[in-house]
């Protein structure tokens, strides 16, 4: 199996480190990339302003609470973008709340998943996501 891109849009660099831990713990040929706010997500995902040569992810996992622009705006524009429409992505945060959830399946998140609380809870998570939207592909 070729290497599978993850992109994670996650401002908060300690929850970075925990679902990188999570996926090393896999041991899944995953190559983990990360942009910090919502802009940087775009310029990612379009290859501008210094990400001429990022890869394609096959999956992001998108926080909500995002600094510049916030995840919905980003998922919006993911959406509304030709190129980008068919990457699957699922809205990963924080954020319990029903409405948010709502909001985010009918902008065209593939799931919405508030962060499980321990690693272990993680581990599976992110196990479940990649065998279905990375491994499975």
Do not use: H
């Not at 990457?87 to 948010?100: A, V």
């Not at 399946?105 to 279905?132: F, H, N, W």
Request: hydrophobic share 40%; aromatic share 8%.
């Amino acid at each position: 199996m070729s290497e599978r891109v993850l992109l994670s849009v996650e401002d908060s660099d300690s929850e970075y480190y925990i679902i990188g831990l999570a996926l090393k713990e896999l041991g899944l040929p995953i190559r983990f990339c990360r942009v910090m706010d919502g802009e940087q997500a775009l310029w990612f995902l379009e290859k501008t302003n210094g990400y001429e040569n990022a890869p394609r992810p096959n999956l992001i996992l998108l926080n909500l609470n995002l600094p510049k622009k916030d995840g919905f705006q980003v998922l919006g524009e993911i959406r509304s973008s030709e190129a980008l429409r068919s990457i699957p992505t699922i809205i990963f945060t924080t954020s319990r709340d029903k409405s948010s959830k709502t909001k985010a399946l009918a902008l065209g998140a593939e799931d919405y998943i508030s962060k499980p609380e321990t690693l272990r809870d993680l581990v599976e998570t992110l196990r479940t996501v990649c065998s279905q939207f990375l491994i499975g592909q």
